[in-house]
C-alpha cells in the first residue's frame, strides 16, 4: 500500500478522513512515540484501515508542515517494541512493509499502513481490559467504543454463525403453521422429489437447522434461526426484544413520511420468511421486464435488476445482529433503495467489492433462503448486484458503516450516472475538453454541475473508486481549468469553472509559452530558481524564495509559476500561493478570488 507512495501523494491523503498526522518530536526534540498513536492503532484496525504519519502536522490552514525525526532508528525500535507488546496492545496486525522511512522536504518521516483485523482478531484494543481499550474510527476522529458494540465484536470474534443457538422454553408451537407451511410449497417447487420434501414439520426444520438437540445436554428447541425465520411474532419479540423488520415506501415530498409499509404491527406473522414474500413484491413491483423467452418458450419475467434487489433483501437479513439496538429498515424512493441492517461487516469493504469471500453473520437462515432459491453462491451478491447496476448506467451502489450505532446500510441509487440533458450542458461548456474526458473525470464534473460542488469523499463513493484516485482525478481537473479548487484538506471542496473558454484557453497557452521562453532565459543566473526546479523535495523556504524570486516585478499565473519552477499546479496553488497570499507575501492581481486570469506578483515591501 505504501511502497511506492511519494511526498506529493502523501499531501493529497489530507482529504481522505483514513490519514493521521502526528508530530513525534518527544520533550527533548529528537522524536518519541507519541502515546496517541496507539488510539488510532486500535481505531483504524477495528475499522477500515488507514494511514498514520509521524513527523508532521497540520497547521490550522489545513495544510500539512513536515517536522522531521531526528532520530528515526529510536523511534522505529520503540514502535516495534510497545506494539509486540501484548500488555500494551492486544495483537500485532503489523508486518516490516507496513512501515516506510520517508525523506521530504529534506525531513525523515515514518509513515505506518494500518490494515483492517480479521473479525477473529477484533477487537484490537490497547491495555488489558477491551471494554476500556477498544477505539473506533468516527470520520476523522478516533473514539472509544461503547460497551455494546464490544461485546458484539467479542461475539463475532468467536461464533462463526450467530443463529446456530437453541433457545430454552421455544418448541414447535413458537412456529407459524401458515408460514411454514407456505415455505414447504416453495420448498417443493425449487426441490422437486427431494426426501426432505416429505418429512414431518419438526424433522423438516430439523433438516433445515432450525430445530435441533444437543448431543450433550439433551436440550432442544428452535433454533435462532428457526425463530427467526418462521416464529409468531409474540414469539419472536419474546426471544429477540429488540426485533424489528421494516418496510417502507416514501415519495419526493419531505412530508410525506410513507405511502406503502410493512412492519411488525401485530397484522401478520412478521418473521422473516413472509417479510421477504411480502417486501420483494413491493420493492420490484415498479421495475421494467423486456419480453425474452427461455429455450423453452417460456417468458423469463426477471430481469439481472430484480435478482440484484431480491439478494440485497436476503443480504440484509442474513447479514444482521439481531441482538442490536436497531432493526432491519429497508426503503423504496423514486430516487433508489436502501436496506439497513443492525451489525457491521464482518468481512472489508475491499473484499466485498471483489466477491468470492463472505462471512455471512446467519448461516442457517442464509441455507434456508438459499433452498427456496433466494439467495445466490457465498461470496457473489455484490458483484451481481453490480453488474446490474453497471448494465442500468445507474449510479453505483454504495455501503456505509455507522459505527456510532452499529449498522450497515447499503445504498442503491436508480439514478443516472451520466443524465442526458446534464452531459448535453457541459459538452457546451467544455466541448472537446469535457468529451475527451473518462468516465470518472466527467463524473466528477457531473456532481459539481448537480449539487454546485464535488469532494474527494463525494467522488470516490459515488465512482466507487479509492480516495487515492479521486484525489488524482480532481487535480488533473483543476490543472485543466476544468474545476476550480476551494480550501485545503478534508475541508477540500471543487466548484465548476463557469468562466471557463476554450479559446481563451488555447491563446493563453500558445502565449504561455512564448512567455515562459523569454522569462526562463532572464532566469537562468538564479540559483535559487534552478535549484527548486531540478530537485522534487527542495525545503519549503526555499520553494518561497523561488515564487518571490520569479514574481517581483511581474504577475504570473499559477500555471507560469508552476511551469518555471517544474511543480504540480494545483499543489503550488493550495500549499503555497494561497498561504503566501494571507501572510501578505504575494498579492492578487484581480480581487476575486477564482477570476479566471489571476495571477500573483510578490509585494513591493518583499
Not at 418462521?230 to 424489528?244: A, C, E, M, Q
Not at 427461455?294 to 442474513?318: C, G, M, P, W, Y
Amino acid at each position: 500500500m505504501i511502497n511506492n507512495i511519494t511526498c506529493q501523494e502523501l499531501l493529497d491523503l489530507r482529504e481522505n478522513y483514513q490519514f493521521e498526522v502526528k508530530s513525534a518530536q518527544g520533550q527533548n526534540g529528537k522524536g518519541e512515540v507519541p502515546k496517541d498513536i496507539w488510539e488510532s492503532y486500535s481505531a483504524m484496525a477495528n475499522s477500515e484501515g488507514g494511514l498514520v504519519l509521524l513527523g508532521a502536522k497540520e497547521l490550522k490552514d489545513g495544510s500539512l508542515e513536515f517536522l522531521g525525526i531526528k532520530n528515526i532508528e529510536k523511534v522505529q525500535k520503540e514502535f516495534w517494541t510497545i506494539v509486540n507488546n501484548r500488555q500494551k496492545i492486544s495483537y500485532n496486525i503489523l508486518s516490516p512493509t507496513d512501515v516506510k522511512v520517508l525523506v521530504c522536504e529534506e525531513k525523515t518521516l515514518l509513515l505506518i499502513s494500518i490494515t483492517p483485523a480479521s473479525r477473529k482478531l477484533k477487537p484490537i484494543f490497547i491495555g488489558s481490559n477491551p471494554l476500556t481499550g477498544t477505539y473506533l474510527r468516527y470520520h476523522d476522529s478516533d473514539i472509544k467504543a461503547k460497551d455494546e458494540i464490544v461485546r458484539h465484536m467479542l461475539a463475532d470474534a468467536v461464533n462463526d454463525s450467530n443463529d446456530t443457538v437453541i433457545l430454552n422454553g421455544y418448541s414447535m408451537d413458537d412456529i407459524d403453521t401458515d408460514s411454514l407451511s407456505a415455505y414447504r410449497n416453495l420448498y417443493k417447487s425449487a426441490k422437486g422429489s427431494h426426501p426432505w420434501a416429505t418429512l414431518e414439520d419438526k424433522d423438516f426444520l430439523i433438516q433445515l437447522g432450525g430445530y435441533a438437540k444437543d448431543r450433550v445436554t439433551k436440550e432442544e428447541g428452535l433454533t435462532l434461526a428457526g425463530l427467526l425465520m418462521f416464529g409468531k411474532l409474540r414469539s419472536i419479540l419474546d426471544g429477540v426484544p429488540n426485533y424489528l423488520v421494516d418496510y417502507q415506501e416514501q415519495t419526493e415530498n419531505p412530508e410525506d413520511r410513507w405511502i406503502d409499509r410493512v412492519t411488525t404491527d401485530g397484522n401478520w406473522s412478521g418473521n422473516l420468511f413472509e417479510f421477504t414474500q411480502k417486501v420483494y413484491r413491493k420493492l420490484t413491483a415498479d421495475l421494467k421486464i423486456p419480453f425474452k423467452l427461455k429455450d423453452s418458450f417460456q417468458r423469463v419475467d426477471e430481469t439481472h435488476t430484480h435478482e440484484a434487489v431480491r439478494e440485497a433483501l436476503v443480504n440484509t437479513l442474513i447479514h444482521a445482529n439481531y441482538q442490536g439496538r436497531l432493526g432491519i429498515l429497508i426503503v423504496k424512493h423514486p430516487k433508489g433503495f436502501s436496506f439497513r441492517n443492525p451489525g457491521l461487516l464482518r468481512i472489508s469493504k475491499e473484499d466485498l467489492f471483489k466477491g468470492g469471500k463472505s462471512d455471512c453473520r446467519n448461516k442457517v437462515l442464509q441455507k434456508m433462503f438459499q433452498y427456496i432459491g433466494m439467495g445466490e453462491q457465498a461470496g457473489s451478491g455484490y458483484p451481481k448486484i453490480l453488474r446490474a447496476w453497471m448494465e442500468q448506467h445507474w449510479q453505483y451502489p454504495n455501503i456505509e458503516e455507522d459505527r456510532l450505532y452499529e449498522t450497515t446500510t447499503l445504498y442503491m441509487p436508480t439514478i443516472s450516472l451520466f443524465p442526458e440533458d446534464i452531459q448535453n450542458a457541459l459538452s457546451k461548456m467544455y466541448k472537446e475538453y469535457y468529451t475527451d474526458l473518462d468516465k470518472d473525470s466527467r463524473l466528477a464534473l457531473i456532481l459539481a454541475f448537480v449539487e454546485d460542488e464535488v469532494s474527494n469523499a463525494r467522488l470516490s463513493t459515488i465512482a466507487a473508486i479509492h480516495p487515492a484516485d479521486a484525489t488524482k482525478i480532481l487535480k488533473k481537473l483543476v490543472e485543466k481549468s476544468l474545476l476550480i479548487s476551494d480550501g485545503v484538506g478534508r475541508g477540500m471542496k471543487y466548484h465548476l469553472n463557469n468562466e471557463f473558454s476554450t479559446q481563451h484557453l488555447d491563446g493563453n497557452l500558445q502565449h504561455l509559452d512564448g512567455n515562459l521562453q523569454h522569462l526562463d532565459g532572464n532566469l537562468q543566473h538564479l540559483d535559487i530558481v534552478k535549484t527548486v526546479r531540478d530537485s522534487k523535495k527542495s525545503p519549503r523556504n526555499t520553494v518561497i524564495k523561488a515564487i518571490l524570486e520569479v514574481c517581483t516585478n511581474r504577475y504570473l499565473t499559477a500555471m507560469e509559476v508552476a511551469t518555471l519552477l517544474n511543480r504540480d499546479v494545483s499543489s503550488l496553488r493550495n500549499h503555497y500561493l494561497s498561504k503566501m497570499v494571507k501572510d501578505e507575501l504575494l498579492e492578487l492581481k484581480y480581487e476575486e478570488l477564482h477570476h479566471i486570469n489571476q495571477a500573483y506578483t510578490t509585494k513591493v515591501n518583499q
